[in-house]
């Protein structure tokens, strides 16, 4: 028996996993040897991606080879009609699929229900650039119909509007999410979070990605309160879009916050009052395990970000922070080609204002050259 044969099936599946270049080569993993054919087919299988098409011809092949479709883990379905979803329904009962991408999906009462009983299984679902028929009630429950959800990411979701919507739904998000990421327009995102703040307790989010393609004005009150009333949250990244005013931003309420990245554009703000934003968001901060700090901004011609340095270097060096292991800040180039921002000795402030961490080596400041 050669060595690579006589390897325990765990050890072959991780050199298998973590060393094929393609799916061509797993497929010629099946034919070393039978020991290998289960652990290559197994891997090769775990992740698939249909559009309407391709999902008919892969259903086809499965009434011939069944045991393939028990082996998906990872599952992305685009722009599929209802007919081609009642077939996955039928594999409901044999499905090991624990995360759903869905992208460019028209979805009514009759896909939602659908979808729900087509993935008992599902830990991960991950929604994009899709319309609900159904209103918010419609994408609502359709995230409460998975108990097992551990992460949720909804990106450029929409719903049509129901006028008998006057009340939020009597179902909560499920208790076991610990990943939310949102990246929705206004009104999307406000009734999203409203909704998930509606039903206590909160399940324990431990990371969230928030950030609005429009304008984030309407949204200043309700982000920081749904941030927090999220005691167990580990991640926190925001990305704020153009505002006159600052957020009132506040970390008071995350005693386990280790990672804080915040990214904005300068453009069309009110300058005087953004002065004391970045010292006023720290000196929130009531978690004393803080490791990581990340903070991006995006100048347009002609402003500066004119923060107040010295303030921020003398926040960071309270006990609070005594455990940061990395500090990023990032000045990067506008979306739109204009006037060219002015950076000055931006670079040489910074760094004068935080040199306790440059002492430490921990913080790296890029600046770009116009």
């Not at 968001?281 to 990581?292: D, G, H, K, L, P």
């Not at 990395?326 to 990067?332: D, K, N, P, R, S």
Request: glycine fraction near 4%; aromatic fraction near 12%.
């Amino acid at each position: 028996m050669s060595p690579a044969t006589s390897l325990p099936s765990e050890i072959l599946g991780k050199i298998l996993e973590y060393h094929y270049h393609s799916r061509i080569d797993l497929s010629n993993f099946c034919f070393v040897h039978k020991t290998w054919y289960p652990i290559a087919q197994g891997i090769l299988y775990r992740s698939a991606r249909f559009r309407d098409h391709d999902a008919i011809r892969f259903l086809e092949a499965i009434n011939e080879y069944p045991h393939i479709y028990p082996m998906i883990r990872e599952l992305e379905l685009r722009s599929l009609s209802t007919v081609v979803l009642e077939a996955f329904q039928a594999l409901g009962p044999s499905s090991n699929v624990t995360s759903l991408r869905l992208r460019s999906h028209r979805i009514d009462a009759e896909q939602q229900s659908i979808l729900s009983r087509s993935f008992p299984q599902l830990q991960k679902l991950s929604l994009k650039n899709s319309v609900f028929y159904d209103g918010l009630s419609g994408l609502i429950h359709l995230l409460s119909s998975f108990p097992r959800l551990t992460s949720l990411s909804l990106t450029e979701i929409s719903y049509l509007p129901n006028r008998d919507e006057t009340t939020y739904p009597d179902t909560g998000i499920p208790a076991s999410l610990r990943v939310f990421d949102c990246h929705l327009g206004p009104l999307e995102m406000e009734n999203i979070l409203r909704w998930m703040m509606s039903h206590s307790p909160m399940p324990p989010i431990e990371s969230v990605f928030i950030a609005s393609y429009y304008n984030y004005e309407d949204l200043r009150v309700v982000v920081s309160s749904f941030i927090s009333s999220l005691p167990t949250l580990k991640i926190a990244w925001v990305r704020l879009n153009t505002m006159w005013d600052p957020p009132s931003l506040t970390f008071a309420e995350n005693p386990q916050l280790e990672t804080i990245r915040l990214e904005f554009d300068l453009r069309g703000l009110n300058p005087s009052r953004w002065i004391p934003f970045l010292s006023m968001v720290f000196s929130s901060v009531s978690s004393v395990v803080i490791e990581t700090i990340v903070i991006t901004i995006r100048m347009t011609g002609g402003s500066a970000p004119n923060f107040d340095w010295q303030d921020l270097g003398r926040v960071l060096r309270s006990p609070t922070f005594s455990n940061l292991r990395m500090v990023y800040i990032a000045c990067t180039d506008p979306f739109t080609f204009q006037e060219q921002p002015y950076v000055g000795d931006l670079k040489e402030k910074i760094y004068e204002a935080l040199a306790h961490l440059v002492a430490k080596n921990i913080l790296t400041v890029s600046v770009p050259v116009f």
